[in-house]
């Protein structure tokens, strides 16, 4: 073993390697699918989003937050993860609760999760045998467990 070698780390990767441009194995269509957003990039978004819905500059609301605006603009383009006093500032510089920049953000998770679940029941649905889809019908549903009557929905 070389010291070039000794001092390599295993790297695990945050986000999936690309494949490889031959793949031998059967296709998996729900490798098509959008991969699950990071928190950071969902809560940068929700950032991004509300500055731009008030007609404010980057600057404006870096000024107003006391976070560079360098810093600010990385958040909000999901580079940065963000600490709680960053986000809590920066949404008080836009007229927000962080509890209201959290629950945005929520929404916007809770949206794409039911896309993709969508999505990955059409792809599963077009494999079947004549193409007919499978309908499930059900009852009211009744919300259970520690979260009383709070359902979120995937």
């Known amino acids: 073993m070389t010291s070039r070698t000794t001092n390599q780390a295993d790297v695990i990767p945050l986000r999936p390697l690309p494949t490889a ?11 098509d699918l959008p991969r ?6 969902l809560v940068g978004e929700v ?6 819905s008030q007609g ?13 605006m360098a810093y600010l603009s990385e958040v909000e383009r999901g580079r940065k993860e963000a ?5 809590a500032a920066a949404a008080q510089a836009l007229g927000l609760s962080l509890a ?3 629950a945005l953000a929520g929404e916007r998770l809770v ?17 079947t045998a004549g193409g007919h889809r499978s309908v499930r019908t059900a009852g ?5 467990g520690p979260m009383g009557g709070v359902l979120l929905a995937a």
């Open 21 to 31: 441009a031959v793949d031998p194995a059967p296709r998996d269509l729900s490798q």
């Open 36 to 41: 699950d957003p990071l928190w950071r990039d």
């Open 47 to 52: 950032l991004r989003r509300e500055r731009r």
């Open 56 to 68: 404010r500059t980057l600057k404006d609301v870096s000024e107003a937050s006391r976070i560079s």
């Open 83 to 87: 600490s709680s006093e960053v986000l």
């Open 100 to 102: 209201d920049v959290l």
């Open 111 to 127: 949206s794409l999760a039911a896309a993709r679940t969508r999505s990955r029941s059409r792809s599963r649905s077009l494999g």
């Open 140 to 144: 009211p549903v009744r919300p259970a």
